[in-house]
């Protein structure tokens, strides 16, 4: 089945899906984009991501191409055009291009925006076999730039995290930085000690997580201990256990660091909690 997709204001088939090759994103990463995930054919904690974009854009001095409610729309047709009951929906946004390659900054006030969006069919989203058996992740060296804050298209490192993992026969990696955690490749990163939770501050070393956010807030209602501060590689592998949380993963528990088992091995009960907590409200609040 061809995808629709959404291009600069047109719904196309992803066949005939057009984008300069003068544009921004592609030459300079200059582009930023979110994940929303899609539960029962509606939308995961929209909102969220519609305030982190706007923050994204206005870091990086680039223009608001849509209102969150004309994201909306094309979220919601996006979903109902491909019949998308679990999956996500993809949104970038880039500077654009006047038409050649510059490092100065084109004038926003004669160059749009290119914005795309796509749809991802990921049937069993809430009931992950992955989740049931928990991730195992590898610890690598923090090299990205200094503003992770911003959700950037720039995901080389990431990428590469991804393959040194795959490579050590692991799921993930977590970046370490002055011997400390920062987060995964594509998630926050999360340990429990003694029933309490402990991950990482916010501030520009970290992506401010939509999920993240969500979880923590949970965990507090539900009475749980939330302790935010930084965090080492050998602290996490002496932990109870482990978890990571992102748009697309929801709460994935971490089974292994770096070769040492967390507890038992398998899941802990901490994680497992949380992504029930999380799949049962984002999907009462979904819209």
């Known amino acids: 089945m061809t995808r629709t997709v959404y291009v600069n204001g047109d719904y196309l088939p992803e066949t005939e899906a057009r984008v300069s090759i003068f544009d921004r994103g592609f030459l300079m990463a200059d582009g930023v984009y979110e994940v929303t995930s899609v539960l029962g ?16 854009l206005s870091e990086l001095d680039m223009k608001q191409p849509m209102s969150k409610e004309e ?14 009951d679990e999956g996500l929906v993809y949104l970038q946004i880039t500077r654009g291009s006047d038409g050649d390659r510059d490092f100065v900054f084109p004038d926003p006030e004669t160059t749009e925006p290119t914005v795309v969006m796509f749809t991802q ?16 992740v590898i610890s690598i060296e923090d090299i990205r730039w200094g503003r992770r804050d911003i959700k950037t298209v720039q995901l080389l490192y990431p ?42 501050a916010l501030s520009n070393d970290i992506l401010h997580g939509i999920t993240r956010a969500a979880v923590l807030r ?24 482990a978890f990571t949380t992102s748009a697309s993963a929801f709460v994935m528990p971490v ?5 040492v088992a967390l507890g038992d091995g398998t899941p802990g009960k901490v994680a497992k909690r949380m992504r029930e907590i999380y799949i049962e409200e984002m999907r009462k609040a979904a819209v």
């Not at 069919?121 to 928990?134: E, I, T, V, Y």
């Not at 965990?219 to 590689?233: D, G, K, P």
Request: glycine letters at 8%; aromatic letters at 4%.
């Open 41 to 56: 054919a509606k939308l995961i904690d929209f909102d969220g991501h519609a305030v982190r974009l706007a923050r994204s």
């Open 71 to 84: 994201l909306l729309e094309v979220h919601r047709e996006l979903v109902k055009r491909n019949e998308i």
């Open 121 to 136: 069919s990921k049937p069993g989203l809430a009931d992950s076999p992955a989740a049931r058996k928990g991730a195992k």
């Open 159 to 200: 990428s590469m995290g991804k393959m040194m993992a795959k490579k050590a026969g692991c799921d993930d990696a977590w970046m370490v930085e002055d011997g400390f955690v920062t987060e995964g490749t594509s998630n926050n990163a999360y340990i429990v000690k003694g029933n309490k939770i402990i991950t990482r």
């Open 218 to 241: 949970l965990a507090r209602e539900a009475q749980m201990q939330v302790e935010e501060r930084n965090f080492t590689i050998e602290e996490a592998k002496e932990a109870d256990e």
């Open 255 to 259: 089974v292994e660091i770096d070769g």
